[in-house]
């Protein structure tokens, strides 16, 4: 596994989100995924995937910067603070926010298997 290869999973899983493309989500997201919110509830891949789907969550906004990547084997653990503005639900979204994504490569697919979310302001 390449670092380039996780700038380029991370750039296209940045860009479904901002789409909210959902079969490209389906395929970067593990069945097992769990994923902790900034308010600490923890989400699975389907709650995700379904906030996208009912078009509860609208990104207008979504710049990422200050990545870093770690490689153990076939994982790689990326952190990343993202400017995010949009809506989710009834509520309007307009923030930074500090994420930590893991990926771990799958035969052939690259998937994440877990992350995190904290707001920074």
């Given at each position: 596994?390449?670092?380039?290869t996780?700038?380029?999973?991370?750039?296209?899983f940045l860009t479904a989100i901002k789409n909210a493309?959902?079969?490209?989500?389906?395929?970067?997201?593990?069945?097992d995924l769990?994923?902790?919110?900034?308010?600490?509830?923890t989400i699975?891949?389907?709650i995700d995937l379904d906030s996208y789907r009912s078009g509860k969550i609208k990104i207008d906004v979504l710049e990422a910067s200050d990545q870093i990547i770690n490689i153990i084997g076939d994982t790689a653990?990326?952190?990343?603070?993202?400017?995010l503005k949009g809506e989710y639900g009834n509520d309007f979204l307009d923030g930074?926010?500090?994420y930590i994504r893991v990926w771990k490569?799958?035969?052939?697919?690259?998937?994440?298997?877990?992350?995190?979310?904290?707001?920074l302001k």
């Open positions: 596994m390449e670092v380039k996780i700038v380029n999973a991370e750039i296209e493309d959902v079969l490209a989500l389906e395929k970067s997201l593990h069945d769990l994923f902790n919110l900034p308010d600490g509830q699975t891949k389907e653990v990326v952190g990343v603070t993202i400017l930074v926010f500090r490569q799958f035969e052939e697919n690259l998937k994440i298997i877990a992350g995190s979310c904290t707001q």
